[in-house]
């Protein structure tokens, strides 16, 4: 079956198969960015249908039902690799929707839709910076597993995801039986093994019919602009993030954020400020994540004043009922 008899419209598209495992992936994009905002909307939907599981909905409810919660954790779970992948100044809106065609019980359909959404992404028009992929892990009987089937499922130590590029592990997400460290630490390395050949398969798909990236209109900040503000406020930016109270630190930013909008203003005037309020805004933000940076990697501390390997003071109280 020719995929443009399915997805006329969309600018990316790659069904997944995995056994009998079928998910189909589309993703399109906007042309225009959407104005007013300081994110990336993107929006990631995995779709479970009954039909994949061969049911048909009958009975009062003919239609199928609002997404489970595993759906949900899922589209979270493809949303989070892909999206560093992205220009930092992109503001078009993305789609990425995966549908669930036919599930087979030892193959992870959820898997199949994060590696359907990546290589989806790679050979579409839309500016990313991929490719990556995932797999599960488990372990059994002493042995480290990648994918591990239905049966093997039931008797693992270890639920392991493991997400990434070529180069680096991205995402992680692991339950265990009390596994050493050791283990699992060579079960993220195996895992990261495996991503990186499904990388290289997407990157050959990408070379052979990847279509050309788009032009869309950057939303970088000025590089004048962000250096006149840190050169001025950097130091105070430094200082005040240290507040080890979270209540001050915010007085502390809300304050500087007001004193360099009157500085602004006294220098360029109300319209100036007016125009590039979203900009000053952001570039605010960027100087003070590069000073709370600056203070974990150097002084090895955090903005509340803990040390790397501390953790906050735990306690609870019980209300006596009787």
Same mark, same amino acid.
Do not use: W
């Given at each position: ?23 189909? @992936? ?8 959407? $104005? ?10 995995? %779709? %479970? ?14 239609? =199928? ?5 595993? /759906? ?60 990556? /992929? /995932?797999? !599960? ?34 995402? &992680? ?12 630490? $060579? ?9 990186? #050949?499904?990388? +290289?398969?997407?990157? !050959? ?5 990847? #279509?050309? #990236? ?5 939303? +970088? ?5 962000? =250096? ?10 430094? *200082?005040? @993030? ?8 915010? $007085? !502390? ?8 909008? @009157?500085?602004? *203003?006294?220098?360029?005037? %109300?319209?100036?400020? +007016? $125009? ?5 805004? =952001? &570039?605010?933000?960027?100087?003070? #994540? ?26 609870? =109280? @019980?209300?006596?009922?009787?």
């Amino acid at each position: 079956m020719k995929m443009e008899k399915l997805q006329n419209l969309v600018t990316g598209s790659v069904m997944v198969r995995y056994g009998e495992t079928v998910v189909m @992936v589309n993703v399109t994009a906007s042309k225009d960015s959407k $104005e007013g905002i300081d994110f990336f909307p993107l929006s990631v939907d995995y %779709e %479970e249908k009954l039909y994949s599981v061969g049911k048909i909905p009958g009975g009062y409810t003919k239609r =199928e039902g609002k997404p489970a919660d595993k /759906a949900i954790l899922t589209s979270r779970a493809i949303d989070r690799p892909i999206r560093p992948l992205f220009p930092k100044d992109f503001r078009n809106d993305v789609c990425v929707i995966a549908t669930v065609l036919s599930v087979e019980p030892d193959n992870s359909p959820e898997v199949a839709a994060m590696i359907g959404a990546s290589a989806s992404l790679a050979i579409s028009d839309i500016p990313f910076g991929g490719p990556t /992929a /995932a797999v !599960n892990v488990g372990y059994v009987d002493g042995k480290i597993v990648i994918n591990p089937t239905l049966e093997e499922r039931q008797k693992t130590d270890l639920v392991l995801t493991v997400a990434g590029t070529i180069d680096k592990v991205t995402m &992680i997400e692991a339950g265990a039986n009390e596994i050493p460290d050791d283990i699992m630490l $060579e079960a993220i390395k195996e895992g990261h093994k495996e991503i990186i #050949k499904i990388c +290289e398969f997407i990157s !050959n798909i990408q070379k052979e019919i990847g #279509k050309p #990236k788009f032009e869309y209109k950057s939303f +970088e900040v000025s590089k004048d602009l962000y =250096e006149e503000i840190e050169n001025a406020y950097k130091d105070r930016m430094y *200082t005040d @993030v240290q507040a080890q109270d979270k209540e001050i630190r915010d $007085e !502390n930013i809300d304050k500087l954020t007001e004193d360099i909008t @009157v500085y602004l *203003t006294e220098k360029y005037g %109300e319209e100036f400020v +007016e $125009e590039r309020n979203q900009e000053i805004s =952001e &570039i605010i933000y960027k100087l003070e #994540k590069k000073c709370v940076r600056k203070m974990i990697y150097e002084e090895h501390k955090r903005p509340d004043g803990r040390k790397i390997d501390e953790i906050r003071p735990l306690s609870c =109280e @019980v209300r006596n009922l009787t």
